[in-house]
């Protein structure tokens, strides 16, 4: 299932066969922008820079979604974008065997429930 033409940034994504491989992702928005444009930490990550320009719009035109359409567009790619870096990026390292953090702290909290009981 295709959804378009794919970008430079999802063909480097596809492309990528290690983890060393997979394109840089920098952080636009500096710690000051996102403060002073009040944006909330747990929207501050590597599209914030993107969120910043929709809040403006949202905030200028009275949260009226057809009008900053092209800036919602803009965020929900960059969004998307990111998560297809993080899918790949954990496919790798399941492939070169790299124990996955989230999975081992599951695995030893319900080993400390099991043992506690």
């Known amino acids: ?3 378009g033409p794919k970008g430079p940034w ?3 994504i596809a492309a990528a066969r290690t983890v060393e491989e997979l ?4 952080m636009y928005a500096t710690e000051s922008e996102l403060m002073k444009n009040f944006v909330p930490l747990e929207w501050r990550d590597y599209c ?3 969120l910043i320009p929709l809040n403006r719009c949202r905030r200028d ?3 009226m979604n057809w009008k900053c359409m092209n800036q919602k567009h803009a ?3 960059c969004q998307y974008e990111d998560f297809m870096w993080r899918q790949k990026k954990l496919e790798l390292e399941k492939q070169a065997g790299v124990p996955n953090p989230g999975i081992l702290k599951v695995a030893a909290s319900a080993a400390a429930a099991a043992s506690s009981q």
Not at 23 to 26: A, S, V
């Open 10 to 12: 999802q063909e480097a």
């Open 1 to 3: 299932m295709t959804h």
């Open 23 to 26: 394109p840089k992702r920098e």
């Open 61 to 63: 035109n009275l949260y």
């Open 48 to 50: 914030a820079h993107v």
């Open 75 to 77: 965020y929900e790619k």
